[in-house]
């Protein structure tokens, strides 16, 4: 299994919105509602974000969304913050009890 | 609240064995059979792998490119669960991650900080 294909960093300024794209194939991402992501800061455990592609856990924030078409799926933050600079980690089901992560991306909030 | 965390060596030897164990606190690992128990990994300065998980009736899922080196167990007990990696090279180096896995949403929703540990003689 190969890992989920990120944008290496993307940046944006406050208050604007950014999307985190994550690539797999047909047998991972596109196959099951199953990608979850994780926001990371430095030094610190990642932190789940949104799960089954699109929902949010309670107590995360609802600038935080996920999406999906075909093989790829996005996590948009919406009114960017400062706090929201971070490493962005997918995460999806690739079948036979197999998971792989993405690769990360380095969000800048300048 | 849940939590969990890691213990063990921080520094092993090439060619040994990598030995971690996760205690979980503030609930039981056998609480549910929803929750699996894993293990994810960071290399510095990379991303994140996937090791594997088990289940605390024993049913262990493993990362293929780590299987023949991998064993994950369980100690309901001590609510406890454990990783050991053999034969270990210097690109085993990485904080090691235990976490709790929702098998009926399909992510890690709670995690420990993380361990370091470095692969050098």
């Known amino acids: 299994q190969s890992a989920l294909t990120q944008p290496a960093s993307v940046s944006g300024s406050p208050g604007q919105s950014i999307t985190i794209s994550c690539t797999g194939t047909s047998s991972d991402v596109g196959s099951y509602n199953l990608v979850s992501w994780y926001q990371q800061h430095p030094g610190k455990a990642p932190k789940l974000m949104i799960y089954e592609d699109v929902k949010r856990p309670s107590g995360v924030s609802n600038r935080f969304s996920g999406s999906k078409s075909g093989n790829t799926a996005s996590l948009t933050i919406s009114g960017l913050q400062a706090e929201d600079e971070a490493d962005y980690y997918c995460c999806s089901y690739a079948g036979s009890s197999i998971w792989v992560f993405g690769g990360g991306t380095k969000l800048n909030v300048l | 609240q849940l939590q969990l965390q890691e213990s063990g060596p921080g520094l092993v030897k090439p060619s040994e064995t990598l030995s971690l164990t996760c205690t979980v606190s503030?609930?039981?690992?056998?609480?549910?059979?929803?929750?699996?128990w894993g293990w994810i990994r960071q290399p510095p300065g990379k991303g994140l792998e996937w090791i594997g998980i088990?289940?605390?009736?024993?049913?262990?899922y493993y990362n293929p490119s780590l299987k023949g080196r991998l064993t994950i167990s369980v100690d309901t007990p001590k609510n406890q669960f454990s990783l050991k990696l053999s034969s270990v090279t210097a690109a085993d180096s990485a904080v090691y991650y235990c976490?709790?896995?929702?098998?009926?949403?399909?992510?890690?929703?709670?995690w420990g900080q993380g361990t370091l540990v470095t692969v050098s003689s």
């Open positions: 503030g609930g039981s690992i056998s609480s549910s059979r929803i929750y699996f």
């Open positions: 088990i289940h605390y009736s024993g049913r262990t």
């Open positions: 976490a709790r896995f929702n098998d009926d949403s399909d992510d890690f929703d709670y």
